[in-house]
């Protein structure tokens, strides 16, 4: 299955191939756009593009297990479908932390290649409960997490991609 990344502003002129999904992510506060093209399958989330920390408000709404157990039953879902389009704000850290959740879910490995060589630092925060829905190994889990950071922060070290921090 074709997976393709978006920002928001991308993903409302973008044409989407065969029978296909949308995940679109929001901060909430706002409403998502129209998409200018149907999709056989919507799923809209709204979390914080952040990680729960000490300090942060409690109520602050960030990915959680709920989260991610709807992201499971679409996976499910659209097995058969051409493609899968993926989209928040800006389109670098929450929708590739998502793909690449996607990917663990299929054991796509040329897909999680593919974002490596992109743009992109995801969503820490997302990866961590995918990780431990997807797999039941304890000890996978968090290799395939530890993995995926290790990788990004070399990245930002090496001044591969840029970060901001607030």
Same mark, same amino acid.
């Given at each position: 299955?074709?997976?393709?990344?978006?920002?928001?502003?991308?993903?409302?002129?973008?044409?989407?191939?065969?029978?296909?999904?949308?995940?679109?992510?929001?901060?909430?506060?706002?409403?998502?756009?129209?998409?200018?093209?149907?999709?056989?399958?919507?799923?809209?989330?709204?979390?914080?593009?952040?990680?729960?920390?000490?300090?942060?408000?409690?109520?602050?709404?960030?990915?959680?297990?709920? !989260?991610? &157990?709807?992201?499971?039953?679409?996976? %499910? #879902?659209?097995?058969? +479908?051409?493609?899968?389009?993926?989209?928040?704000?800006?389109?670098v850290?929450?929708?590739?932390?998502?793909?690449?959740?996607?990917?663990?879910?299929?054991?796509?490995?040329?897909?999680?290649?593919?974002i490596?060589?992109?743009?992109y630092?995801?969503?820490?925060?997302?990866?961590?409960?995918?990780s431990?829905?997807?797999?039941? !190994?304890? &000890?996978?889990?968090?290799?395939?997490? %530890? #993995?995926?950071?290790? +990788?990004?922060?070399?990245?930002?070290?090496?001044?591969?991609?840029?970060?901001?921090?607030?």
């Amino acid at each position: 299955m074709k997976v393709t990344i978006l920002s928001m502003s991308q993903a409302q002129y973008y044409v989407p191939q065969g029978k296909s999904a949308i995940v679109r992510v929001s901060d909430g506060g706002y409403e998502l756009e129209s998409l200018n093209y149907p999709y056989q399958i919507v799923l809209s989330m709204s979390f914080y593009d952040i990680e729960p920390r000490v300090g942060l408000p409690s109520n602050w709404n960030w990915f959680n297990m709920s !989260d991610g &157990k709807m992201l499971i039953k679409l996976f %499910d #879902e659209i097995d058969l +479908f051409d493609e899968l389009v993926i989209h928040c704000h800006a389109g670098v850290s929450r929708s590739p932390a998502i793909a690449i959740a996607y990917a663990w879910y299929r054991n796509d490995l040329e897909l999680i290649n593919k974002i490596k060589d992109g743009n992109y630092h995801p969503n820490m925060q997302v990866l961590n409960i995918m990780s431990r829905l997807i797999f039941k !190994d304890k &000890k996978v889990a968090r290799n395939k997490l %530890d #993995e995926l950071s290790s +990788f990004y922060n070399r990245k930002v070290q090496e001044n591969d991609i840029k970060v901001f921090r607030f």
